[in-house]
């Protein structure tokens, strides 16, 4: 059975603060893929990366990086000197196996910038 | 860019009714995808199919049912109904390959049942 755990439901922090958000994950499969997600107040998801289980090398984008190590079954995502159009709700997911069994998403993190 | 709508953003209906939620996608993609969303629950998968005519149910597809009878449209059908499938619905696509490709999303539809 898969599983994704975000244990941080909200955080709030005050603009231009580093935040980190947590993902761990859980898979038998020995090849897999994760997934970031942003959920904006509109409400659309936003894909944000792809990892898959054979590449841990982290990656930048701007103000994003991603951490993932295996040995923790981690995936978290950090956002550099955030700002106030960063808040919104991110989705950890998690995909494994073959065919198209879709996403098992972690219930999410709520993050508030305050200006 | 990839395009996925669905038909309605928000719909209100009875209790009983026969409801249709349609997406459409606009990039050939293989697969599609249907979720809910609620509060603290996160997304969970209802149904998906990686073909015409294809389905497969995923976590919950108690009270729904699939159609798809053209690659590009992906239709979620809730037989009758009830107050407990009000909640935001989700349509995805992706590509298919040797490879997990990245999820398209649509803008969601949030249905209450009344």
């Not at chain 1, 020995?30 to 942003?38: A, G, I, M, Q, V």
């Not at chain 1, 659309?44 to 190590?69: A, C, K, M, P, T």
């Not at chain 2, 719909?11 to 009714?17: I, N």
């Not at chain 2, 997406?23 to 249907?34: A, Y």
């Amino acid at each position: 059975a898969q599983k994704v755990t975000q244990a941080q439901t909200e955080i709030s922090v005050v603009e231009k603060e580093d935040v980190t958000l947590d993902c761990v994950y859980e898979t038998r499969d020995t090849t897999y893929y994760l997934f970031w997600y942003k959920q904006p107040p509109s409400g659309e998801l936003v894909f944000l990366i792809r990892r898959n289980s054979f590449d841990e090398q982290n990656e930048i984008s701007g103000r994003y990086s991603w951490n993932f190590q295996k040995s923790t079954s981690s995936f978290n995502f950090t956002i550099t000197a955030s700002q106030v159009v960063d808040s919104a709700v991110y989705f950890c997911a998690l995909d494994s196996g073959g065919g198209a069994d879709g996403l098992t998403f972690g219930k999410g993190t709520h993050l508030i910038i305050q200006p | 860019d990839v395009k996925v709508t669905q038909s309605s953003r928000y719909l209100v209906k009875r209790t009983g009714e026969k409801v249709f939620l349609e997406c459409v996608q606009d990039m050939d993609h293989e697969n599609m995808f249907w979720y809910r969303q609620d509060p603290g629950l996160g997304l969970r998968l209802i149904y998906f199919s990686y073909d015409v005519k294809m389905k497969e149910k995923g976590d919950i597809p108690e009270g729904y049912s699939v159609s798809r009878e053209k690659k590009e449209r992906f239709s979620l059908i809730l037989e009758s109904a009830s107050t407990n499938q009000t909640s935001m619905y989700l349509c995805a696509s992706s590509s298919q390959g040797e490879v997990r490709y990245e999820q398209y999303f649509g803008p969601g539809t949030r249905l209450t049942v009344t």
